[in-house]
């Protein structure tokens, strides 16, 4: 806890809170400040132990308020506090569910999950949300309809995060860029999709960067260039995707993330 937030000022804070319902800019003053994950616990802690109510239903009724009165900027807003006050891996575990259940599953959300987690981080998730919904993330997301060429690929990421290590190996990654290219782009010019995604299953995502790494290094071109020769199918279409992910993170997200379409509403679910 930071050394300025003593217990009277998380107190003071709370009953600001419990006294700004309705006025949503005092609310978020007071929220936003709240910086650090054990500042925002101690908070929604205090505010249970003072009021009798959970946090996250103080903003479920503003939403519905806000909501009725058609001030859907406010809306939006009250959403964006709920999942910042809620802990990083709990608002993963919602954000997962919310990628499951839209009309279109975004696979992509959950694949980029994933990717930029760590290993550790993956594995709470699932554990948290196993506890919050009584499901398992593997299953949900092995059991999606209709099938789709992103399915596959979590399902490797997924078992990769089981056994990922820190240690990344430069003769591995020349061995994987060599089987991948010997596989694909040498013989049929197409990706060899249970090559990639045994390889997906084996290898963490820093070692996986890596393989691509090697790949251009060794052929002179990025490993997804071969797609464009023949015209790509679904499943290149998303491992494109993917390895851009790993390779170039900055420029993946900047392109993406205005499509994403998250919904904030299992934050809010008991």
């Given amino acids: 806890m930071a050394a300025n937030f003593s217990p009277s000022h998380c107190e003071r804070d709370c009953k600001e809170i419990h006294d700004s319902f309705g006025r ?16 925002r616990r101690r908070i929604t802690e205090t505010y249970k132990a003072m009021y ?6 103080h903003l479920q009724r ?12 406010s809306v939006k807003a ?6 910042w006050m809620v802990d990083p891996c709990e608002r993963d575990t919602c954000l997962a569910r919310a990628a499951i259940e839209q009309n279109e599953v ?9 990717v930029g987690r760590k290993s550790s981080h993956v594995l709470m998730i699932k554990q948290a949300y196993q506890t919050r919904f009584k499901r398992l993330l593997d299953q ?20 990769s995060h089981k056994a990922h290590h820190a240690d990344v190996s430069q003769d591995t990654a020349k061995t994987d860029a060599i089987r991948l290219y010997q596989t694909g782009e040498e013989s049929s010019g197409r990706v060899n999709e249970a090559v990639v995604l045994e390889i997906l299953s084996k290898r963490s995502i820093p070692q996986l960067k890596l393989t691509f790494a090697s790949y251009k290094r060794i ?19 998303a491992i494109k995707s993917l390895v851009k992910c790993i390779s170039h993170p900055p420029k993946y997200y900047a392109k993406v993330s205005t499509s994403y379409r998250w919904s904030y509403r299992f934050v809010f679910t008991k």
């Avoid at 009798?52 to 239903?57: H, I, Q, T, V």
């Avoid at 009250?78 to 999942?83: P, R, S, T, V």
């Fill in 24 to 39: 949503l800019s005092s609310l978020v003053q007071t929220l936003v400040a709240k910086t650090t994950v054990v500042e």
């Fill in 52 to 57: 009798g109510e959970d946090l996250l239903s």
């Fill in 62 to 73: 503003l939403k519905v308020m806000l909501s009725g009165r058609g001030e859907k900027f």
């Fill in 78 to 83: 009250c959403e964006g506090l709920a999942l």
């Fill in 106 to 114: 975004d696979h992509r959300a959950l694949v980029d999950m994933f």
């Fill in 140 to 159: 949900d997301i092995a059991s999606l309809e209709p099938p789709h060429p992103y399915q596959r690929i979590l399902v490797a990421l997924s078992t």
């Fill in 219 to 237: 052929y002179g071109h990025s490993y997804t260039q071969q797609f464009k020769k023949l015209g790509s199918t679904q499943f290149e279409d």
